[in-house]
């Protein structure tokens, strides 16, 4: 059985993923991992503003050439889309606010997770449009968080 803390336990000042967090980013890799044409990436900081880290990026596949004599810590190419799924600790309105950012900076779409109450943000060029609860699509890929909610 796991053990679990409460309130969220902070390492050296810095929020540290929950449960929930953890488990909901799994679940959203595991469909994403289901699309040969897109390579999803987790925690890869961007350089945008001091550099920006998702807790997910989908690269189209034939973007994504990763060279393992020579690592990179900022990768300048923008992925399609990121996601963000917010933890406890976490200040929505502050990830909503750096989820524009993202798009201003290329991003064409951010999704925006909230578990509590099972709302995704999406985040274009066009706005924000909120969706509760429902698979979300992007393109030819989509991701069912009613099939993750459902635990």
Not at 68 to 88: G, H, T, Y
Not at 92 to 103: A, C, F, H, N, P
Not at 126 to 137: C, H, K, L, R
């Amino acid at each position: 059985m796991l053990e679990m803390t409460f309130p969220e336990e902070k390492k050296e000042g810095i929020n540290m993923p929950s449960l929930n967090h953890s488990y909901i980013c799994s679940q959203i890799l595991r469909q994403l991992f289901t699309f040969e044409q897109i390579e999803a990436l987790t925690e890869l900081t961007l350089d945008i503003d001091k550099g920006l880290t998702p807790d997910i990026c989908v690269y189209s596949a034939d973007i994504i050439k990763p060279n393992f004599s020579r690592d990179v810590n900022k990768l300048s190419q923008m992925p399609l889309l990121s996601i963000e799924v917010i933890s406890a600790s976490q200040n929505i309105q502050m990830l909503l606010e750096e989820s524009e950012r993202m798009v201003k900076a290329g991003i064409r779409a951010v999704w925006t997770v909230e578990p509590f109450t099972r709302t995704i943000f999406v985040t274009t060029e066009q706005g924000e449009q909120i969706f509760y609860n429902q698979a979300i699509s992007f393109e030819s890929i989509s991701v069912d968080f009613k099939k993750i909610f459902a635990g």
